[in-house]
């Protein structure tokens, strides 16, 4: 079915708001994917902040203008399937390889993160990058740690010095007046 103007607007529109927030992009081939194959991938990509969709090259091309995706913009040819990453920068690698890992009609060809472009192969990559959650608790680990060396080192310290016994002088100034 071919779009009116305004709906081509409308689809510029749509994706370029998305692309202007988004983390990441993948686009892949996507022909002879069956039509419960895309349901599912679709359903996956709700569940997982991907913005999925599929769109004529020239209007991605349009959507891209301005925003760090415009460097694929030669290399959108084909019959393409976008996938931004709008919550994490690695959601849309690890639903793209999820499902080429069943579909192989499903291949990945431009993948785009932080105004660079990369060959395909980098959606294993992008699809190892860790989650939200993954990121922040390592965080809250790599944190941690200069406080637990502290404590162990103040440990050692007090168990060579006594026997790990807290000073007099510590336990007066610790109760109240």
Do not use: W
Request: charged share 20%.
């Amino acid at each position: 079915m071919a779009l009116n103007l305004s709906q081509k607007q409308d689809v510029v529109a749509e994706v370029a708001e998305v692309a202007a927030k988004a983390h990441s992009l993948i686009a892949a081939e996507y022909a002879g994917t069956t039509v419960s194959q895309m349901t599912a991938m679709r359903k996956q990509a709700r569940e997982t902040g991907v913005f999925l969709k599929v769109v004529k090259n020239t209007l991605a091309a349009r959507a891209v203008t301005g925003t760090e995706y415009e460097v694929a913009k030669d290399s959108l040819v084909g019959p393409l399937l976008y996938a931004f990453s709008t919550e994490e920068p690695g959601a849309a690698g690890r639903l793209i390889k999820e499902f080429a890992k069943g579909n192989d009609k499903l291949q990945p060809k431009v993948v785009v993160v932080g105004g660079q472009q990369y060959p395909a192969s980098h959606v294993d990559v992008l699809a190892s990058l860790p989650t939200r959650d993954q990121a922040l608790a390592m965080l809250a680990r790599v944190l941690a740690e200069p406080a637990a060396m502290f404590a162990r080192a103040v440990k050692a310290v007090a168990d060579q010095q006594g026997g790990g016994d807290v000073p007099a002088e510590a336990e007066t100034q610790a109760e109240p007046a």
